[in-house]
């Protein structure tokens, strides 16, 4: 296939374009520069809603990754101004561009996330769940309304509702330190549910849409293995063989964070992956001991 993709130098990104060239797909990754543009990249700027149809026209699928990371900073209206643009310029970029091109990709997969939901507590939810409320509720809502405005006749969108990924970088990567010193432990309860996913199971999934062209709309791209912040903290104690006792008070997340903290680390959020599950995908990483020490190999 020929495959688009933004966002390639990310943490998904930067694994995924080797992923599906060794595949045997043909990959062009959309870059912002105008200048020195390789033979596998292609020109665009999304802060200015500027991509030529001419390059995705004919494409198979087009895999919007973008987005500035959620979890770098404090959330100053400047952050979520920053946030929110790098999400919704890029993608009403891609969705504008596919509308024009002649002919149009076969499929749009646009990142999203399980913040979309907000915190629910122990409410199970799946695909047909309510969005929830707060800034990432809010930022995902729009962010999946802009990418389903490439939805068409010949255009299938397929959204990732992404977990936690456990990668070697990322969410992961930031906690290995205080772990390793044996300083690690569960946030504020500890009870909080904390959907996550393997990095080997996110680029299962974009092969799985690639492939199955009857499959649509949100996808709650998370293990169906139910882990609460107690259950993720003693794991990656257990693997890094450091005790994980030491509790982080929910008032010091939040004096160190502000309202990050308590939607990224407070909030409960148990997600299925409902969706997926009945389209027979099988998950190759579905427990969390697994999933890290793939991701520390």
């Known amino acids: 296939?020929?495959?688009?993709i933004s966002g390639a130098s990310g943490l998904i990104g930067?694994?995924?374009?080797?992923?599906l060239e060794a595949d045997g797909h043909e990959v062009l990754r959309?870059?912002?520069?105008?200048?020195?543009?390789?033979?596998?990249?292609?020109?665009?700027?999304?802060?200015?809603?500027?991509?030529?149809p001419a390059v995705i026209a004919g494409a198979d699928a087009v895999i919007n990754l973008n987005g500035?990371?959620?979890?770098?900073?404090?959330?100053?209206?400047?952050?979520?101004?920053?946030?929110?643009?790098?999400?919704?310029?890029?993608?009403?970029?891609?969705?504008?561009?596919?509308?024009?091109?002649?002919?149009?990709?076969?499929?749009?997969?646009?990142?999203?996330?399980?913040?979309y939901y907000g915190g629910r507590g122990e409410e199970i939810l799946d695909e047909g769940s309510a969005a929830g409320n707060?800034?990432?509720?809010?930022?995902?809502?729009?962010?999946?309304?802009?990418?389903l405005k490439a939805r068409s006749d010949h255009t299938r969108v397929v959204l990732l509702r992404l977990g936690m990924v456990i990668a070697n970088g990322g969410a992961l990567g930031r906690m290995l330190l205080p772990f390793k010193l044996g300083l690690g432990g569960p946030v504020g309860s500890g009870r909080q549910f904390w959907p996550w996913v393997g990095l080997k199971d996110v680029l299962e999934a974009v092969r799985f849409a690639?492939?199955?062209?009857?499959?649509?709309?949100?996808?709650?791209?998370?293990?169906?293995?139910?882990?609460?912040?107690?259950?993720?903290?003693?794991?990656?104690?257990?693997?890094?063989?450091?005790?994980?006792?030491?509790?982080?008070p929910a008032?010091?997340?939040?004096?160190?964070?502000?309202?990050?903290?308590?939607?990224?680390?407070?909030?409960?959020?148990?997600?299925?992956?409902?969706?997926?599950?009945e389209a027979g995908f099988a998950f190759r990483a579905p427990r969390l001991e697994d999933a890290i020490r793939r991701a520390l190999a």
Request: contains cysteine.
């Open 251 to 277: 008032f010091a997340a939040r004096l160190a964070l502000g309202e990050m903290a308590d939607a990224l680390l407070l909030a409960s959020a148990r997600v299925h992956p409902r969706a997926l599950e």
């Open 68 to 115: 500035h990371n959620v979890a770098e900073g404090r959330w100053s209206a400047q952050v979520k101004e920053k946030l929110y643009r790098s999400r919704l310029d890029a993608t009403r970029t891609i969705a504008d561009a596919i509308a024009r091109a002649e002919p149009p990709p076969e499929l749009l997969v646009n990142a999203s996330a399980v913040g």
């Open 134 to 147: 707060g800034f990432l509720a809010e930022l995902s809502r729009d962010w999946e309304a802009a990418a």
């Open 1 to 4: 296939m020929k495959v688009i």
């Open 210 to 248: 690639l492939n199955h062209d009857r499959l649509a709309g949100p996808l709650n791209l998370v293990s169906p293995e139910e882990t609460r912040c107690s259950d993720f903290a003693r794991t990656l104690g257990w693997v890094l063989r450091r005790p994980a006792v030491l509790p982080a």
């Open 14 to 19: 930067s694994v995924l374009l080797p992923a």
């Open 30 to 52: 959309l870059v912002r520069t105008a200048t020195d543009v390789g033979p596998k990249e292609a020109s665009w700027d999304p802060a200015a809603g500027s991509l030529d």
